[in-house]
């Protein structure tokens, strides 16, 4: 009888205090992309990539697959929640082969959200992404991490601020050298 009131305990409060912890600048919790019962795939992801059934309502191109179209459930560029336009950002779903993207950083071998972005509430750096930049501000050391043949010493210090990016007003960007001739 003790066993069961432990299990029915556990069982009631667990999920309250996953919820308390889980919850952050989203405002979500686990369940919005996780699930036990209905999980997708090796990480227990319980939205339904490309179908109408995900936490935005929203359909994301047929082309963006895996984690790429789990995270463009809820940033669809159409309808999303602080949209990405796919057709202005970092491409991904791609394999890298003009830059040095540590291995580490690939999903079987390809690039993809997650490759900068780590969308757990636990992670406190700017726009969720895996190394800290100082809220921004250092975004040319961050993109030269995979890129250091497009960028060099002045102008991975120098940076710029457009009105119009896929990030929203004002996000930082950094200044580049074209790629050198091949």
Same mark, same amino acid.
């Given at each position: 009888?003790?066993?069961?009131?432990?299990?029915?305990?556990?069982?009631?409060?667990?999920?309250?205090?996953?919820?308390?912890?889980?919850?952050?600048?989203?405002?979500?919790?686990?369940?919005?992309?996780?699930?036990?019962?209905?999980? *997708?795939?090796?990480?227990?992801?319980?939205?339904?990539?490309?179908?109408?059934?995900?936490?935005?309502?929203?359909?994301?191109?047929? *082309?963006?697959?895996?984690?790429?179209?789990?995270?463009?459930?809820?940033?669809?560029?159409?309808?999303? !929640?602080?949209? %990405?336009?796919?057709?202005?950002?970092?491409?991904?779903?791609?394999? +890298?082969?003009?830059?040095? %993207?540590?291995?580490?950083?690939? *999903?079987?071998?390809?690039?993809?959200? %997650?490759?900068?972005?780590?969308?757990? +509430?636990?992670?406190?750096?700017?726009?969720?992404? !895996?190394?800290?930049?100082?809220?921004?501000?250092?975004?040319?050391?961050?993109?030269? *991490?995979?890129? +250091?043949?497009?960028?060099?010493?002045?102008?991975?210090?120098?940076?710029?601020?457009?009105?119009?990016?896929?990030?929203?007003?004002?996000?930082? !960007? %950094?200044?580049?050298?074209?790629?050198?001739?091949?």
């Amino acid at each position: 009888m003790k066993r069961l009131l432990m299990l029915c305990l556990a069982a009631s409060v667990l999920p309250m205090a996953a919820s308390a912890f889980a919850a952050g600048p989203h405002d979500m919790e686990c369940m919005e992309c996780h699930s036990t019962h209905y999980a *997708k795939g090796d990480y227990a992801v319980g939205v339904q990539p490309l179908y109408a059934d995900n936490p935005a309502r929203t359909r994301v191109s047929a *082309k963006i697959v895996n984690v790429d179209a789990l995270c463009l459930g809820c940033h669809n560029e159409e309808e999303g !929640i602080l949209p %990405v336009n796919m057709h202005t950002t970092h491409p991904t779903g791609v394999t +890298p082969t003009y830059t040095k %993207v540590p291995r580490e950083l690939l *999903k079987d071998g390809v690039f993809s959200c %997650v490759s900068c972005h780590n969308p757990h +509430p636990s992670n406190a750096n700017y726009k969720y992404l !895996i190394l800290p930049t100082e809220e921004g501000a250092n975004m040319g050391s961050f993109c030269a *991490k995979c890129h +250091p043949n497009q960028s060099d010493p002045e102008s991975v210090a120098a940076s710029q601020t457009l009105p119009l990016t896929t990030d929203g007003p004002g996000a930082t !960007i %950094v200044k580049v050298k074209p790629a050198p001739a091949q």
